[in-house]
């Protein structure tokens, strides 16, 4: 089992920042690969960000490549999410998720463990 806290949501505006982190904890952190998904109300949770299990590949969904960037700390078991640039359309409850693979994936059904989520709003 693994456990995913997340962290790091509230309100900004338009063109402001954040920085999301997921604490996990259970299973060796680093032989999963991890991934960002979101869900805006009303709307199918879609894919952010994606991260092998080193974190020497990463990959984005097209909406959010060149102003969100993914990375991981190994050693504090611990998966960021900084997000720059921000717009409205940004505006969902952000989740981290891990994979049993040490591949990274674009998909939220190849994810095993999902965290409960931190609410991200951005005011225009």
């Known amino acids: 089992q693994v456990q995913l806290v997340e962290s790091g949501g509230g309100l900004v505006q338009a063109g402001g920042s954040l920085r999301l982190s997921c604490a996990a904890s259970g299973r060796t952190f680093s032989t999963f690969a991890m991934g960002w998904f979101r869900q805006a109300p009303e709307k199918e949770r879609e894919f952010v960000a994606t991260?092998?299990?080193?974190?020497?590949?990463?990959g984005y969904a097209d909406s959010v490549k060149g102003r969100f960037t993914v990375s991981r700390d190994n050693t504090k078991n611990l998966l960021y999410l900084q997000m720059n640039n921000l717009k409205p359309e940004d505006t969902a409850v952000y989740y981290c998720?891990?994979?049993?693979?040490?591949?990274?994936?674009?998909?939220?059904?190849?994810?095993?463990?999902w965290g409960q989520g931190t609410q991200v709003t951005v005011s225009s």
């Open positions: 998720a891990a994979r049993a693979s040490i591949l990274r994936s674009t998909i939220d059904r190849d994810y095993n463990y």
């Open positions: 991260i092998n299990w080193s974190g020497g590949s990463t």
